[in-house]
């Protein structure tokens, strides 16, 4: 599934092929000038910024794109949302003319944007060589006012109760969108913390038209994701393609539960149940912990990788694709993104940005962006 967002509005739409792309992205890629703003100040057509993101950054990416159109009215912003995986699927599959990729899960830019080179270059670059990882979150349960067991469920009972019968609960598909994977991740945490190894059978088994596995050995816990992965009929899970389409359903009364980011939860006004630190994967205290659960995806739409997800303290990355349309005007937004002005929306909006910025790639980076962070290799 997709979701689109139309520049200068707010409001969102699905879209049933997972496929289709910004009709406003095909086309000739501009040249690139070393001042891009002031090139085109008398031009009589804006410049086109691309910017394929994550779903839950709709709401504060949708109020950058008001603040930096302010400040550079001769660029328009162009924004698209998806799962994570599918944000880069547009970028290294469908090889769509994209000016910057956003995603939930920094660790997918090197898996998938690294690892691999562009076809449609005569250089073999691959599709990205850096990434900043600038913002965290935590996996939280987004209910409502009429949600089954509201007034019951809490840090402690909230895998057991999701598990009854007449609970309906949505997830991202994990194929798609890194909350998808990072929900499944939930329940094996669930279990080592408390030391039951019976939570995530319930919840899940009997639930798809493709069991998912999970394999525990001293180390590490294993769950695998088949690749065709549907819902049943009548299955109290409801998967859908990203993360915040599941908010409609929560607000519809359709689902009573949703694995969600606790500053999507914050921006809808919906009810929060904060998981506990060592399960919702945001705190940096118990990365160790979180590196103990890993999802795999049985998924030959890679054609060169194979998807293993590690869990580690969430991190949200940004890049500039090598291939790139406008690549200056894609560094300034990011720079915007990371000035005092950008930091100030990101934070009014509930999802705010680490006091430092870390990049991966450091010499690969725009001058500009080098300036607004540190080298992830330099970090303990």
Known sequence: MTLKIMPKLL??????????GLASCNGTPAPVNPNPVESHRDASQKTPLVVFAAGSLIQPFAALEKAFEEKYPNIDVLPEYHGSIQVIRHATELHEPIDIVATADAALIPMLMYATNNPDTDTGQPYADWYIRYASNHLALAYNKDSKYADEINAENWAEILSRPDVRIGIADPRFDAAGYRAL????????????????????????????????????????????FESKSGAHVVLRGASIQLIALLQSGDLDY????????????????????????GE????????????????????????????????????????????????????????????????????????????????NLPENLQALTVPLAEMP
Not at 11 to 20: K, P, S, V
Not at 194 to 219: E, H, V
Not at 258 to 281: C, K, T, W
Not at 298 to 317: H, M, Q, T
């Open 185 to 228: 991740m939930a329940f094996a945490l669930a279990e080592e913390r408390a030391k039951r190894y019976n939570l995530f059978a319930p919840m899940f088994d009997g639930q798809f038209s493709y069991g998912l596995t999970i394999f525990r050995d001293d180390d590490l816990t294993t769950i695998t994701v088949p690749e065709i």
């Open 284 to 363: 940096a205290a118990f990365e160790n912990l979180y590196k103990s659960v890993q999802v795999n995806l049985d998924f030959r739409r890679f054609a060169s990788v194979k998807p293993e997800f590690r869990g580690e303290r969430i991190g949200y990355g940004i890049t500039i694709p090598l291939s790139a349309p406008h690549p200056g005007e894609a560094a300034l937004f990011i720079a915007f993104l990371l000035s005092p002005e950008g930091r100030a929306i990101m934070d009014e909006n509930h999802h705010p940005l680490f006091e430092t910025a870390l990049a991966d790639g450091f010499a």
């Open 258 to 281: 949703a694995f969600e980011y606790e500053s999507v939860i914050a921006q809808h006004g919906l009810g929060l149940l904060r998981l506990p630190d060592e399960v919702n994967m």
């Open 11 to 20: 409001c969102t739409f699905l879209l049933l092929a997972l496929t289709l």
